[in-house]
């Protein structure tokens, strides 16, 4: 693929994961490729980049834990020590490599965006943080508090984001699972803008 992200190079990716996905896990890909759509008009984000990010987020989403360890040894991700017990939150490193070396995406936002979906992360780019609450507010998103959610994210990106933070945290700690740090420093970093 080529640099810069444009219509061709979405619409390429689009029909290159669909055979990939399972339909659900296609349906919301293309769920929160039109919330990051909505948002970046919203808010003046690239498009094509918020669009590029959308398609290839989830692209690992289903791999079971020995496919995620096999990109991980093939690419040389750096993991630690959350990521390796949590291993559902290491598709998004996976992608973010899969989008890089298969897809050929250069662009540094696009694949921050994908790698840090997830967990968010301290110093979010504009794209990150669109990509981020995307996936919280698809159309496709059916849970407590997401309409509440949705209008936010049209008033105030930072507040949104932030709200979803600490969803996302309240949820963790409900569960019982393992909080990655990143999620708690960007969620500390959003607090005190």
């Known amino acids: 693929m080529h640099n810069p992200i444009d219509r061709d190079t979405i619409k390429l990716i689009e029909k290159s994961i669909e ?3 399972k339909k659900k896990r296609f349906q919301h890909t293309l769920g929160v490729m039109e919330a ?3 948002l970046a008009k ?17 692209y690992a989403k289903d791999f079971s834990k020995e496919e995620l360890l ?17 291993h559902q939150l290491l598709h998004g490193k996976v992608a973010a490599s899969i989008a890089a070396h298969e897809f050929g995406i250069e662009d540094e936002e696009v694949l921050l965006a994908i ?11 504009m794209v990150e943080k669109i990509i981020y609450l995307s996936d919280f507010i698809e159309p ?10 949705r209008k936010l994210a049209l008033e105030d ?18 569960t019982g699972k393992l909080l990655h740090h990143n999620t708690l420093e960007a969620r500390n970093e959003m607090l005190m803008k």
């Open 157 to 174: 990106l930072d507040k949104a984001v932030l709200q979803a933070l600490t969803n996302t945290m309240i949820y963790v700690l409900r």
């Open 42 to 58: 919203q808010y003046g984000a690239d498009i094509y980049k918020t669009s590029a990010a959308a398609l290839l987020h989830d």
């Open 115 to 125: 790698e840090y979906h997830t967990t968010g992360r301290k110093g979010m780019s």
């Open 140 to 149: 496709g998103r059916e849970y407590p508090g997401v309409e509440t959610l």
């Open 36 to 38: 990051a759509g909505t």
């Open 70 to 86: 096999i990109y991980v040894e093939k690419y040389s991700i750096e993991t630690d020590h959350i990521l390796e017990l949590a």
């Open 19 to 21: 055979p990939h996905m």
